[in-house]
């Protein structure tokens, strides 16, 4: 992780070249790109342990939804907040309601919203549970996100990357731009697994308080 990092930060801000239209504004999109990316990808993984918690009943599924939502809250919140300082040289303006603005936007709601309904709850499970259903419900929003510059006008600029073939990104951006996706990849997975151990341990800890309490 660390070294995908470094490798990616030194080829994004050092080596890569500077846009002809954008100049060295468009290094920001080795950190917002990412950040985007991840934001929907840690949301689906919340919305599909919601989906085991309440189909399966996996005894792992809430703590890996619960573990999800704050990493995800973050990569989004750093997704708009990079991409208010790439708009405003770009657009001249640090925010517009544009579909795929106000979509990244509900979907930093939608962490929210999830973090705070399941600490609503006394029953932790319950909690859970009610998350997991807000988790799917959300779900919707995620092809909005992706084909909201498709389906409406907006400032915003189409997909350069998923095109079959022909990615409209040089191989000189294209690289250190997917090496910075990797290392944010093995950042979240690094974070989920110490934060799953984290939530574990503290429940080992509750049950044993409990149980020290009723036996007196």
Same mark, same amino acid.
């Not at 790109?33 to 990808?41: E, G, H, R």
């Not at 309440?54 to 792992?60: A, D, F, K, V």
């Not at 510059?149 to 690289?175: E, F, K």
């Given at each position: ?13 050092? %080596?890569? $070249?500077?846009?002809?239209?954008? *100049?060295?504004?468009? +290094? ?5 790109? $990412? ?9 689906? !993984? ?7 918690? #309440? ?6 599924? =809430? ?6 939502? /704050?990493? =995800? ?6 997704? #708009?907040?990079? &991409?208010?300082?790439? *708009?405003? /040289?770009?657009? &001249? ?27 609503? %709850? ?5 909690? +859970? @549970? ?22 409406? !006008?907006? #400032? ?6 998923? +095109? ?21 990849? %093995? %950042? ?6 110490? @934060? ?9 800890? +509750? ?7 009723? =036996? @007196?």
């Amino acid at each position: 992780m660390t070294l995908c990092f470094l490798v990616g930060l030194a080829w994004a801000l050092v %080596f890569s $070249p500077a846009d002809y239209q954008q *100049g060295d504004t468009v +290094r920001i999109m080795y950190v917002h790109v $990412p950040a985007a990316w991840m934001a929907l990808f840690v949301y689906l !993984n919340l919305a599909l342990a919601g989906a085991s918690l #309440l189909i399966w009943r996996h005894p792992l599924a =809430g703590v890996a939804a619960e573990a999800c939502a /704050p990493i =995800g809250a973050c990569f989004t919140f750093l997704a #708009l907040a990079t &991409g208010s300082l790439w *708009g405003k /040289p770009m657009w &001249g303006t640090w925010w517009v309601w544009d579909a795929r603005l106000t979509s990244v936007l509900i979907l930093f709601f939608l962490y929210l919203g999830y973090m705070a309904l399941t600490n609503a %709850f006394e029953d932790q499970e319950r909690g +859970r @549970r009610a998350g997991a259903v807000l988790a799917l419900v959300g779900v919707i929003n995620l092809p909005i996100i992706k084909f909201s510059v498709d389906w409406w !006008n907006t #400032l915003h600029q189409p997909a350069s990357i998923s +095109r079959i073939g022909t990615p409209a990104i040089h191989s000189s951006m294209l690289w250190p731009l997917l090496i910075m996706a990797l290392a944010f990849t %093995f %950042f979240f997975i690094v974070v989920l697994i110490q @934060r799953m151990r984290g939530e574990l341990v503290a429940a080992r800890l +509750r049950a044993l308080g409990r149980l020290s309490v009723e =036996g @007196r």
